[in-house]
C-alpha cells in the first residue's frame, strides 16, 4: 500500500499562547519529519499547517491534543488540503 501526502491545517484552542506551544509544535513537527509553518491568532488560539505522509500527520495531530507542559489544549480542529510542500518548519511571529 502506497502512502499518501497531504497537508493539514490546524486551528489549536486552550491555553495554547505564552506557553510555548509554537516552538514545541515546531520540535513536534520535525519530529515526525514533516515540514508547515506555525503562529499565533489575535484570538488566543494557535494556528499550523504542516505537510508530509499521511501516518506522520495523525501522529503529529495527537501530539497536538496534549501540547506542551504547560498548555491545556481544549480542542483541536483539522482540515485536509492539497498536498502542498515547504521546504521547512517556520514559526511566524508578529
Known sequence: MKSKYYNIFCKIFGKVQG?????????????????GWVKNCDDKTVECEVSGLEENLQLFLKDCS??????????????KKPFTRFSSFIIYFK
Open 19 to 35: 506557553v510555548g506551544y509554537r516552538a514545541w509544535t515546531k520540535k513536534s513537527a520535525e519530529k515526525h519529519y514533516l515540514t
Open 66 to 79: 496534549i501540547g506542551p507542559l504547560l498548555s491545556s489544549v481544549k480542542k483541536v480542529q483539522s482540515k
